[in-house]
């Protein structure tokens, strides 16, 4: 079985099932194909328990599937769609949880529901944001909740927007909240009445100004790993709200806990250590990516450890009973740092890297992306590597001069819609990005061998007794290869990219390698001319299931064609106005639509929408004609002069790409 997000309470990702192995993994073939019926971003984590797959696809439609014929058996649809454009990178989710008859959902727009794994009927449900907290609109939830216990755990993103990170336990059977846990502190003198108040007064020893009015960030929206020996919780906390530190807190103090791995009584959700990977985060290097634990041998000793390779590009393994820093080195390009303080693993920052204060734009790696994001990394106990879906992004941080504006972007980072770059700046750009599947030796803290993809933000990892690893890629392909050695030994092309990470399970003495297929998440939404490197991947999304000497075949597919016929037949006389259109293109439609206004496939290419020039426009943008598709009204947020610029913008980039001889 597959019963927990990362299979068991280590969440290393690896099965020592060995039926499919390094001698036969040519032979693997499709089982069955199921179509999620979706048309974004796959990135759950399959469960499976008894027999059955419980999947969710794009918009958090939930799917009971049989794991051996393919079979649905339910489907439950928590209607988020309207909600769609909420959070920084689509509806997407990471997965479910089961537990005792129970499927566990965290909706996108903030709900905590209960299903009967049987018949997928409600259980119960509670809505996990205070809904009169003015903040309440900017947060979603997108990660898969945990259950320790006889409590399930669920924390929320936002952190783009404007909200106060927070992680709360709810008991299994009624839904009735047991504690919670703040990653930041609030306004000083409102008390939270939480299991986190000591370690707020803590906290806010480490913030200043008036950070409260952004929430200050620190999201969990991924990580949440449960130690039952050491009865602790270790929560991974995001970056900071807005990411400009001399916007938020003044340009003083930690800003505990962002960035950090929080360990928390599982019972209690009291305080126990934490560890900061970045302190005074600036550039959305987020500590929320995949946390594994591992008994390690350490300089002779033997650890019991904890690793994660957060978006600041240093791998970290840390003591998980004291949270002390045992190691950590980059795994990838870090240019912000030139490295770790050995005793305590702090940063040693180099100078260009607080644009902020230097008040010159930086170019930094890792990117806002990360060295690694949410896609998990895997370990082989029979190896003793860690591998790692991982990337090189550079991107250029400067602080925005303009007023931040809460519901809209609010990073305190000047953003560019894509206009403002030279071609010769986007090339230089888009020549330095790589995306890799690197082998860790986390002992050594060393890399073991590293295999190059096509295009960077490719898929989760599972490691076999096998002795293989699969990983999907951003080239259309789930794939196998060697773990020890990183020969590629097995691929199959799955008509889209496939981010999410594949599992393993065994019936009636059968293996079999299940994965979701289908592209979306933030990459492909905000990438633009980028995230085409690896060329269109967007297809149809499915639960795809292998075993050896599989015959399904999948119906042939052909990609649709990019756009082709610009929207105006001459750029808009008003630079003035492209310029202005630009910013609020950054500000409210990049994060969809993409970086240029190209679209990478997930949504529609603004260059050749018939839409923007005539009257429809101010009636989709304005008036919410396609709110039920997930496209919102910015009615309240935009003007009509406002919209008039962003058409400008997008008219002057359709010109540039689209305009025919
Ligand atoms: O700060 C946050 O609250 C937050 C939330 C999320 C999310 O919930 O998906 C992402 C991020 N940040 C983020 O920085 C990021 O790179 C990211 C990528 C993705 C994705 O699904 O592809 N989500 C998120
Ligand atoms: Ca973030």
Redesign the pocket.
């Known amino acids: 079985e597959w019963p927990l997000h990362g299979l068991d309470d280590t969440a290393q990702r690896f099965t020592d099932l060995e039926q499919i192995n390094t001698g036969n993994v040519d032979r693997l073939g499709l089982a069955f194909a199921h179509d999620l019926g979706t048309d974004r971003?796959q990135?759950a984590t399959p469960i499976m328990v008894d027999g059955v797959l419980y999947l969710v696809s794009a918009y958090d439609v939930v799917q009971a599937v049989d794991a051996v014929s393919g079979e649905l058996l339910w489907e439950y649809d928590p209607q988020v769609r309207a909600a769609s454009a909420r959070?920084?990178?689509?509806p997407?989710s990471r997965g479910v949880a089961v537990h005792e008859g129970k499927v566990f959902l965290g909706a996108l727009d903030g709900r905590l529901i209960a299903l009967d794994a049987k018949s997928g009927q409600v259980v119960w449900e509670v809505q996990t944001i205070d809904e009169a907290d003015p903040l309440a609109v900017n947060y979603?939830i997108?990660?898969a909740p945990r259950v320790v216990g006889d409590l399930v755990l669920i924390g929320n993103?936002?952190?783009?927007f404007g909200v106060r990170g927070f992680v709360t336990a709810y008991k299994v059977n009624s839904g009735e909240q047991a504690w919670r846990f703040y990653t930041v502190p609030g306004k000083p003198g409102v008390p939270d009445h939480a299991a986190s108040d000591n370690a707020m007064d803590m906290a806010a020893e480490t913030w200043a100004g008036d950070w409260w009015k952004y929430g200050g960030?620190g999201?969990a929206?991924d990580a949440i790993e449960y130690d039952p020996e050491l009865g602790l919780v270790y929560i991974g906390v995001?970056?900071g709200s807005p990411w400009n530190h001399q916007m938020r807190s003044d340009g003083k103090g930690d800003n505990l806990f962002l960035s950090s791995i929080v360990a928390l009584d599982a019972k209690t959700g009291a305080y126990r250590w934490h560890f900061q990977t970045t302190p005074a985060d600036s550039w959305?290097y987020?500590a929320t990516q995949n946390i594994i634990l591992a008994d390690l041998e350490i300089d002779g000793k033997p650890r019991k450890v904890l690793m994660q390779a957060p978006k600041n590009g240093f791998f970290y393994v840390l003591d998980r009973e004291t949270g002390d820093f045992i190691s950590g080195k980059p795994f990838v390009n870090v240019t912000w740092a030139t490295g770790l303080d050995p005793k305590t693993g702090r940063p040693i920052e180099a100078p260009s890297a607080r644009y902020y204060r230097t008040g010159e734009p930086s170019f930094q790696f890792p990117s806002?992306?990360?060295g690694h994001?949410?896609p998990p990394m895997a370990f082989s106990p029979d190896t003793g590597l860690v591998y790692i879906p991982a990337q090189d992004v550079g991107m250029p941080y400067a602080a925005a001069d303009e007023e931040q504006v809460i519901g809209a972007y609010t990073s305190g980072v000047a953003m560019d819609g894509g206009g403002a770059m030279t071609k010769e700046q986007r090339d230089e750009l888009y020549a330095g990005m790589k995306g890799y599947l690197i082998a860790w030796d986390p002992v050594r803290q060393k890399e073991a061998w590293r295999v190059n993809q096509v295009a960077p933000f490719n898929g989760g990892v599972l490691a076999t007794g096998g002795g293989l690893v699969f990983a999907g890629n951003t080239a259309r392909e789930l794939a196998a290869y060697d773990a020890k050695s990183g020969a590629k030994l097995w691929s199959f092309d799955a008509q889209t990219a496939v981010i999410a990470p594949p599992i393993s399970y065994a019936i009636d003495g059968v293996q079999y390698i299940a994965v979701l297929s289908g592209w979306g998440?933030?990459?492909p939404l905000t990438g633009g001319v980028m995230a085409l490197q690896a060329g269109k991947v967007v297809g149809p999304n499915r639960l795809l299931v292998f075993k050896l000497d599989g015959k399904e075949v999948l119906p042939p597919f052909t990609p649709p064609a990019g756009p082709s016929r610009a929207i105006v037949s001459a750029r808009p006389a008003d630079e003035a106005s492209i310029a202005r259109g630009n910013q609020l293109y950054a500000r409210y439609c990049l994060r969809c639509h993409g970086t240029g206004v190209v679209s990478a496939g997930a949504y529609p290419d603004l260059r050749a929408s018939g839409v923007v020039p005539g009257e429809a426009f101010a009636a989709v943008v304005l008036n919410g004609a396609l709110a039920a598709n997930g496209m919102p009204s910015f009615a309240g947020k935009l003007t009509p002069a406002q919209l008039n610029d962003i058409r400008s913008f997008i008219e002057a980039r359709s010109f540039e790409d689209l305009a025919q001889e």
Do not use: Q
């Not at 993103?157 to 783009?160: D, K, L, S, V």
């Open positions: 971003g990135e959070g920084c990178c689509g997407v979603t997108t990660g993103g936002g952190a783009e960030g999201t929206w995001g970056n959305d987020t806002s992306g990360g994001n949410w998440g933030g990459w």
